[in-house]
């Protein structure tokens, strides 16, 4: 059955992790729903890549972080934050591509 990552998770965010990375948190509403998203592998470099147009090698890190039924993905921003042409100094409007993901749970 498809699942909205939106039905799963209390929280979706980005913020910066300093001037060149960007990360996106997924907070899940409960350890259940956690657990079956991440046994079921489907979030993966490529998804997000797919979901951001870059390749999945850009993707620097995913990690599943147990004791918040959380997980972190980390990759580069596309522009350096604050400099000339930067329209997301905080990087806070970068997690909405991650609205659209659907599970099958």
């Given amino acids: 059955m498809k699942q909205s990552i939106c039905s799963l998770a209390q929280v979706i965010r980005s913020k910066n ?3 060149y990375e960007l990360v996106l948190d997924i907070l ?3 350890r259940e729903d956690y657990q ?3 046994a079921s ?3 993966t470099p490529q998804l997000i890549a797919d979901l ?5 090698e850009t993707i620097h890190r995913i990690v599943w972080f147990d004791p918040a039924n959380a997980v972190k993905i980390v990759m580069p921003r596309d522009i350096i934050s ?7 100094v905080y990087g806070a409007q970068q997690h909405a591509p991650l609205l659209s993901i659907q599970f099958d749970l």
């Fill in 36 to 38: 079956r998203v991440k």
């Fill in 41 to 43: 592998e489907q979030l």
């Fill in 17 to 19: 992790a300093g001037p």
């Fill in 52 to 56: 951001y147009h870059v390749e999945p």
């Fill in 82 to 88: 604050g400099s000339v042409g930067d329209n997301d």
């Fill in 28 to 30: 899940f509403k409960t």
